[in-house]
């Protein structure tokens, strides 16, 4: 029988580990919400609605790595040369956006696998 002062502490672990996930929902949770306030659906569609015309995000994170999906929403015209796209018009950048806005959307579009 294990001893009581292991199984005392085996709650607090459980809590340990769940922390990160729950911390990543929520980031995933603010990206989205960017996603919407951003308009991105003007241009994009995801899960049928939107503009179907653009690039479609549905299953952009088994495409694009985290830091690719950084760099087209920093720097869409660098990225576009890069993979040679052509869409027209051009990606407007989301460089007004802080830091941690930009974290929230790319933490959110990587989730979309």
């Known amino acids: 029988m294990p001893p009581v002062k292991n199984l005392l ?5 459980l809590c ?3 922390a990160p996930a729950a911390a ?3 980031q995933i949770g603010r990206g989205y919400e960017l996603y ?11 899960g049928g ?16 790595k985290p830091e690719e999906i950084r760099q087209w ?6 990225m576009a040369q890069k993979t040679g796209s052509t869409m027209k018009p051009p990606m407007t ?5 802080p830091k ?14």
Do not use: T, W
């Not at 941690?100 to 696998?113: G, T």
């Open 49 to 64: 609605e939107g503009n179907r015309m653009g690039k479609a995000h549905d299953g952009v994170g088994g495409r694009l």
């Open 100 to 113: 941690a806005d930009i974290d929230a959307l790319v933490a959110y579009l990587a989730s979309l696998k």
């Open 16 to 18: 340990l580990l769940a």
């Open 93 to 97: 950048p989301f460089k007004h956006l």
């Open 36 to 46: 919407k306030k951003n308009n991105c659906k003007m241009c994009h569609s995801l």
């Open 73 to 78: 929403l920093v720097d869409p015209k660098a």
């Open 9 to 13: 502490l085996l709650p607090l672990a």
């Open 24 to 26: 990543q929902d929520a």
